[in-house]
């Protein structure tokens, strides 16, 4: 590497991006964080050798490769291409990384705005939550040219345990995509299931040994059952962040006249739950939309 792909500007430290940053600093990496809310930088660089903090996405830009970790598109274009973006940073033959879950069709035309400036780009998302954010076990699927994803492979290695060139611009994104609406379908069912249980009286603890046992186990079922029935829903991933992928994920869908049935009833539950306030509550309180029938049941019983 050159001595300018050892620096790495990190821009947007919620939940993922913070122990990301943290992760490409322990590999020594000189992580140039800007956050929004600057507290969070100045948090994660006195609590990390090798992080030092920038005052706008430009001036962290300068490191000459740049990874975003945002909410959605309108987030990841303001930061790269907006006013005070990191593409007036960013040298000519810059890199940059959008790791967060955007549509397909945004990181192209971001990877567009940007190759005008002679600025190289992969749409590279996660999957994994917190904890896997936290130990560097990350799943990473970038789109883009390959040239770029042997530069950034580095950087990936550090935070990414399983790291699939998914193909060209765009494909890391809807790779993503169809993981996550898989995944809020799979949660939404569970969140019937396990309501289900509640309105038949068994004990949800055998119940899921059982599940957990058999056909009907999946990674929700490991991951999110406890949450749904403790009620402990601080996000690991905001269910805000699950409706958005599924609603990208149906845009999709839509657009290559592909039919998601299933999906379209995941959003509709998402919606409601979200609705009802849980939107920066883990994507487990879906149980909250499909459970109301249940207990509205158990209170008219005898
Ligand atoms: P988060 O905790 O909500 O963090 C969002 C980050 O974006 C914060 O740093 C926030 O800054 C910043 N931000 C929000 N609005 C902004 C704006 N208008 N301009 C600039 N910065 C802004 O979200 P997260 O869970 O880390 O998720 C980030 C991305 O990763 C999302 O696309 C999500 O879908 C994806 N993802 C999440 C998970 C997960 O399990 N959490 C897993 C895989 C992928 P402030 O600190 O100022 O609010």
Known sequence: M??????????????????????????????????????????????HEGVTVADSPAAAAAAGTVISMVPDSPEVEAVLLG????????????????????APSASRSIADGLSEKGI???????TGSRPKAEDGTLTIMAGGPESAFERARPL???MGQLVVH????????????????????????????LA???????????????VASG?????????????????????????????????????EARALGAGLSLAESAERLYTEAAEKGLGGSDFAAVIE????????RSRNSP
């Not at 939309?289 to 509205?296: I, S």
């Open 83 to 102: 006013d005070g973006g990191a593409v007036e940073g960013l040298p000519e033959g810059g890199l940059a990384i959008d790791m967060s879950t955007i």
């Open 156 to 158: 990936f290695d550090a």
């Open 120 to 126: 190289a780009f992969l749409d590279a998302p996660v």
């Open 215 to 251: 056909s009907g186990n999946s990674a929700m079922v490991a991951l999110k059952a406890g949450p749904m029935l403790s009620g402990d829903l601080e996000p690991l991933f905001k269910l805000e962040h699950m409706l958005k992928d599924v609603r990208h994920c149906l845009a």
């Open 196 to 210: 289900l249980a509640r309105a038949a009286g068994l004990d949800t603890d055998r119940a899921l040994e059982v």
């Open 289 to 296: 939309a499909v459970d109301r029938p249940a207990r509205a």
């Open 166 to 193: 998914a193909g060209p611009q765009g494909h890391g994104s809807m790779v993503k995509l169809i993981n996550n609406t898989l995944a809020a379908v799979n949660a939404a069912a569970l969140a019937e299931g």
């Open 2 to 47: 050159s001595d300018k792909q050892t620096r790495v500007a990190f821009l947007g430290l919620g939940i993922m991006g913070a122990p990301m940053a943290a992760n490409l600093a322990r590999a020594g990496f000189e992580v140039v964080a800007w956050n929004r809310t600057a507290e969070k930088a100045e948090t994660l660089a006195a609590s």
